[in-house]
C-alpha cells in the first residue's frame, strides 16, 4: 500500500519561511511526477510546484521565485522550502505522487501565515 505522509507545516508571521517534507513508500523506480499542491478554505484545490524524475521543476506563478521544490530519489522524499511567506499562501498543502500511472496523496499539512 502506498502512503506519504507530510511534515513540516505551522505557524509563521509574514516574510518567514516554512520548509515542508513528504515521504513516500513505494519503491523509488515507479515514481514518476512528484508536486505539492493546496487547499485554503473556500477554494478548490491548487497545483503549487511539480519535479519529475529527471529534475524538471514547474511553479505555479505565485510562488515562482519564493518557493523551491526538490526530491531525493534515494530517500524518496520530495520538499517544497518556502521563503517570504505571504498571507495568501495560508492553506492545507497536499503532497501528491504518481506512481504507475496512478496519483496518490498525502493527508495534508496545514500552514497559516499571519499577516
Known amino acids: 500500500q502506498v502512503q506519504l505522509v507530510e511534515s513540516g507545516g505551522g505557524f509563521v508571521q509574514t516574510g518567514e519561511s516554512l520548509r515542508l517534507s513528504c515521504v513516500v513508500s513505494a519503491s523509488v523506480s515507479s515514481i514518476r511526477l512528484m508536486g505539492w499542491y493546496r487547499q485554503a478554505p473556500g477554494n478548490q484545490r491548487e497545483l503549487v510546484a511539480t519535479?519529475?524524475?529527471?529534475?524538471?521543476?514547474h511553479y505555479t506563478d505565485s510562488v515562482k521565485g519564493r518557493f523551491t521544490i526538490s526530491r531525493d530519489n534515494t530517500k524518496k522524499t520530495v520538499s517544497l522550502q518556502m521563503n517570504s511567506l505571504k498571507a495568501e499562501d495560508t492553506a492545507v498543502y497536499y503532497c501528491?505522487?504518481?506512481?504507475?500511472?496512478?496519483?496518490?496523496w498525502g493527508q495534508g499539512t496545514q500552514v497559516t501565515v499571519s499577516a
Open positions: 519535479i519529475s524524475s529527471a529534475g524538471t521543476t
Open positions: 501528491n505522487a504518481e506512481i504507475r500511472g496512478l496519483g496518490y
